[in-house]
C-alpha cells in the first residue's frame, strides 16, 4: 500500500522537484494556491493559501505518513529598510501558518509519520540583509527540536537549511549572469543550488530509510556554512 504524503505548496520550484520524485511510489497530496507544474503529475491537488484559508481535512485521506510545508519569503534588506509589517508577513507566512496546519493534521499522522519543514543557512550563518527572514525561520528550527522532542518516538521532525537555490522566489537575485556567478563563487562548491539538491534530501528525510533521524537541522548548502575556501 502507498503512503500519504502532504505538501503544502508544490506547484513549482522545491516542491514540484519534491512532487516528481515521490509521486510513483507514494501517494502526494499538494495543498497550494496553484495547480501551475502539477498537470504532468500523478498528485492530487487541492486549492488552498496557506495565509488566508482554512485546510479542510476532509480532503485528505485519513492517515498521513509525511508533511511537508513548503512555502517561503526572501525579503534580503538592511535592517533599517525593513517595516514591522514585513517582519509580521514572514512570520506568518513561514512559521504561523505552518503551525496552524500541524494542528490540524496532527490527528492523522500515522506512528512513524514524518515532518520536513525549510529554513536557511543564514539562521546559523549570520548574513547581513537576512534579519526577517532568518527570524521567521529561526522560529521553525526552534519549533521542529521542541516537537520532535515531545512526539518521539511516534512522529519524526526534520528541518532543512538550504543556501540559494534557483527556483522563482531567488529570481531577482539570478536573474542575470552576473548575479549567478557571484552567488556562485560564494559557495565551496562554486554553484547555487538546484531544486531537486533540496528535493533528494527532503525524499530521503521523508522515507523509512532514514527512520532513525529526528530533531536534525540539515544543511544543504554547497558547503557555505562550514567552509571557508576564500
Given at each position: 500500500?502507498?503512503?500519504?504524503?502532504?505538501?503544502?505548496?508544490?506547484?513549482?520550484?522545491?516542491?514540484?522537484?519534491?512532487?516528481?520524485?515521490?509521486?510513483?511510489?507514494?501517494?502526494?497530496?499538494?495543498?497550494?494556491?496553484?495547480?501551475?507544474?502539477?498537470?504532468?503529475?500523478?498528485?492530487?491537488?487541492?486549492?488552498?493559501?496557506?495565509?488566508?484559508?482554512?485546510?479542510?481535512?476532509?480532503?485528505?485521506?485519513?492517515?498521513?505518513?509525511?508533511?511537508?510545508?513548503?512555502?517561503?519569503?526572501?525579503?534580503?534588506?538592511?535592517?533599517?529598510?525593513?517595516?514591522?509589517?514585513?517582519?509580521?508577513?514572514?512570520?506568518?507566512?513561514?512559521?504561523?501558518?505552518?503551525?496552524?496546519?500541524?494542528?490540524?493534521?496532527?490527528?492523522?499522522?500515522?506512528?512513524?509519520?514524518?515532518?520536513?519543514?525549510?529554513?536557511?543557512?543564514?539562521?546559523?550563518?549570520?548574513?547581513?540583509?537576512?534579519?526577517?527572514?532568518?527570524?521567521?525561520?529561526?522560529?521553525?528550527?526552534?519549533?521542529?527540536?521542541?516537537?520532535?522532542?515531545?512526539?518521539?518516538?511516534?512522529?519524526?521532525?526534520?528541518?532543512?537549511?538550504?543556501?540559494?537555490?534557483?527556483?522563482?522566489?531567488?529570481?531577482?537575485?539570478?536573474?542575470?549572469?552576473?548575479?549567478?556567478?557571484?552567488?556562485?563563487?560564494?559557495?565551496?562548491?562554486?554553484?547555487?543550488?538546484?531544486?531537486?539538491d533540496i528535493a533528494n534530501i527532503a525524499a530521503f528525510l521523508?522515507?523509512?530509510?532514514?527512520?532513525?533521524?529526528?530533531?536534525?537541522?540539515?544543511?544543504?548548502?554547497?558547503?557555505?556554512?562550514?567552509?571557508?575556501?576564500?
Amino acid at each position: 500500500m502507498k503512503k500519504n504524503i502532504l505538501l503544502i505548496g508544490g506547484s513549482h520550484g522545491i516542491g514540484l522537484a519534491l512532487v516528481k520524485l515521490m509521486e510513483k511510489e507514494y501517494n502526494v497530496f499538494v495543498a497550494s494556491r496553484s495547480s501551475e507544474g502539477l498537470n504532468d503529475t500523478d498528485s492530487v491537488h487541492i486549492p488552498f493559501d496557506a495565509t488566508t484559508d482554512e485546510l479542510n481535512t476532509e480532503d485528505l485521506p485519513e492517515t498521513l505518513h509525511g508533511f511537508v510545508y513548503c512555502p517561503g519569503s526572501i525579503n534580503l534588506k538592511p535592517f533599517k529598510m525593513l517595516s514591522l509589517d514585513t517582519f509580521e508577513e514572514d512570520m506568518q507566512l513561514n512559521f504561523f501558518s505552518m503551525v496552524k496546519i500541524i494542528k490540524e493534521i496532527m490527528g492523522k499522522m500515522a506512528d512513524g509519520a514524518s515532518v520536513v519543514l525549510f529554513s536557511t543557512v543564514a539562521v546559523g550563518t549570520g548574513m547581513p540583509f537576512h534579519t526577517s527572514v532568518a527570524a521567521a525561520k529561526g522560529a521553525i528550527e526552534g519549533f521542529a527540536k521542541s516537537l520532535a522532542a515531545e512526539y518521539a518516538p511516534n512522529l519524526r521532525v526534520n528541518v532543512i537549511a538550504p543556501s540559494l537555490v534557483d527556483t522563482p522566489l531567488a529570481d531577482r537575485l539570478l536573474n542575470n549572469d552576473k548575479k549567478r556567478e557571484k552567488m556562485a563563487d560564494r559557495h565551496p562548491l562554486k554553484r547555487v543550488g538546484k531544486p531537486k539538491d533540496i528535493a533528494n534530501i527532503a525524499a530521503f528525510l521523508l522515507d523509512d530509510k532514514s527512520t532513525w533521524i529526528t530533531g536534525q537541522i540539515v544543511g544543504v548548502d554547497g558547503g557555505l556554512s562550514t567552509l571557508n575556501v576564500t
